[in-house]
């Protein structure tokens, strides 16, 4: 009475087992979480199939999309902005991506996040990606004029480290007091900067103009991101130093 | 016979055992890696409170001078910070010494910070508006003083402006300086406005 039953059992437990093998492929969601939203505008993009990442109402925390359709197991997958093309011979990725306003956004890099945003399905037990926003920066840039003594260091306030300008000097080293290069560090959008002469130079005085207010301040925002000729790149690049 | 080499043999090992654990000569250089925080000298670390090892400035990775042997208990502590650190954090710096736990320990240094409380003469408009930088602060009419963000100890500052008030044209004199190491006098910062 005992065996056949069991035998019953095992028959069942087999066929089962053959049913879920054999009954359709197992599919897999595409889950992303994506750091520091802080403004609207990220679409991310894989296997035909796009997914918007809006601003969360708590900029603070992050924000998680699955993509619409799963896809089947081996089946190769890789998510990026939207707009950006991943060349499989060269191995580089191109294009103009659809990031969040001002912003730019890369695969998480810091442990244990630094999960790759491609491969394929069923490699790992669930597809879980984490890309990373960063605000953009700007630079700030200008000129120096008059410069002859040294010791010039210039401080935009007290997040970075001051920047020292020596002068221009000749093919003999002699100091000629031409225009220098000023590069200040860069400036993310929407905060603002204000220049200032932290130590003069040697027997001269300098002082600070240009920038979006005219005297080395300003707000890194839509409306004074400058267009650098050169480089074609937003930023300021009108900030004189003027050493008498 | 046999069995009294072998008890030769444990006494001897026995004895080396010892030796290593008391005279703390073992082939494992105890050492570690340096976050950031230290831009002075004055950092003087220990392990089990000896053996001192002076940091310098900038240092990005220590390494103390006497070898220590496996299972050897370490305990690295600060024994003196520099003058303008707060406090630093030591991560895995206690443990029994092998090959992975000797190079397992980091450090990290939090620099001290100070408030930066400027002067204001004449304000009596709204919409002055100071900044340090990044960090812009707008300063209420009649306000003869205004807090700014505090400043790393021996940081940069430099205040400017970035807005002037409604009516009135301010000026700053002695803007732009150095923190120094106290809460209070710490600067010569004044906005005078007509």
């Known amino acids: 009475m005992k065996f ?18 054999g009954g359709g492929k197992e599919t897999f969601p595409i889950t992303v979480t994506v750091y520091n939203v802080l403004y609207d505008g990220l679409v991310l993009s894989t296997n035909g199939q796009d997914v918007a990442v809006p601003k969360p109402a708590d900029t603070s925390k992050p924000v998680t999309v699955t993509f619409p359709n799963q896809i089947e197991y081996g089946q190769s997958y890789r998510v990026l902005p939207k707009g950006l093309v991943y060349d499989e ?15 730019t956004c890369d695969v998480s890099t810091s442990y244990p996040y630094n999960l790759p945003a491609s491969g394929t399905a069923g ?5 879980q990606i984490y890309y990373v926003c960063t605000i953009n920066s700007y630079p700030l840039t200008g000129k120096v004029t008059g410069l002859k003594g040294t010791g010039l260091t210039l401080a935009n306030g007290s997040g970075v480290t001051p920047v020292a300008v020596t002068p221009a000097v000749d093919a003999n080293n002699v100091v000629t007091g031409a225009d220098v290069a000023l590069t200040m560090n860069p400036v993310a959008f929407n905060t603002t900067y204000g220049v200032t002469v932290l130590t003069q130079p040697a027997g001269q005085t300098c002082t600070v103009s240009g920038g979006a207010n005219g ?5 890194m925002d839509e409306t004074t991101e400058k267009v650098d000729p050169t480089t074609q790149k937003n930023g300021v690049n009108n900030l004189l130093v003027e050493c008498k | 016979m046999k069995s009294s080499i072998l008890r030769a043999g444990v006494a001897l090992a026995c004895a080396l055992g010892l030796a290593a654990c008391g005279g703390g000569d073992g082939d494992l250089l105890l050492q570690g890696t340096i976050y950031g925080g230290v831009t002075k000298d004055g950092l003087i670390l220990v392990n089990n409170g000896g053996d001192d090892l002076a940091i310098p400035a900038n240092a990005t990775a220590f390494q103390f001078s006497k070898a220590i042997s496996t ?3 370490f305990d690295i502590t600060v024994k003196q910070y520099p003058s303008n650190v707060k406090t630093c954090t030591i991560t895995n710096g206690k443990a029994r010494a092998n090959y992975y736990t000797i190079a397992q320990v980091s450090i990290v240094c939090e620099i001290k910070t100070h408030p930066l409380v400027v002067k204001i003469q004449g304000l009596t408009t709204s919409g002055l508006t100071l900044v340090n930088g990044t960090d812009s602060k707008e300063v209420p009419a009649g306000a003869t003083t205004q807090a700014m963000n505090p400043v790393y100890e021996d940081g940069a500052y430099g205040i400017a402006i970035l807005k002037q008030p409604s009516g009135q044209t301010c000026s700053v004199a002695n803007g732009t300086a150095t923190m120094g190491s106290t809460d209070e006098n710490n600067n010569n910062v004044v906005v005078t406005c007509a």
Do not use: R
Request: with cysteine.
């Open chain 1, 4 to 21: 056949p039953f069991a035998q019953g059992a095992l028959a069942l437990t087999a066929l089962l087992t053959l049913a879920s093998c």
């Open chain 1, 89 to 103: 011979k060269a191995g580089t990725i191109t294009g103009t991506a659809s990031y969040p306003q001002h912003q």
């Open chain 1, 123 to 127: 490699q790992l037990a669930a597809i």
């Open chain 1, 215 to 219: 005297n080395g301040t300003g707000t």
């Open chain 2, 71 to 73: 299972d050897d208990e």
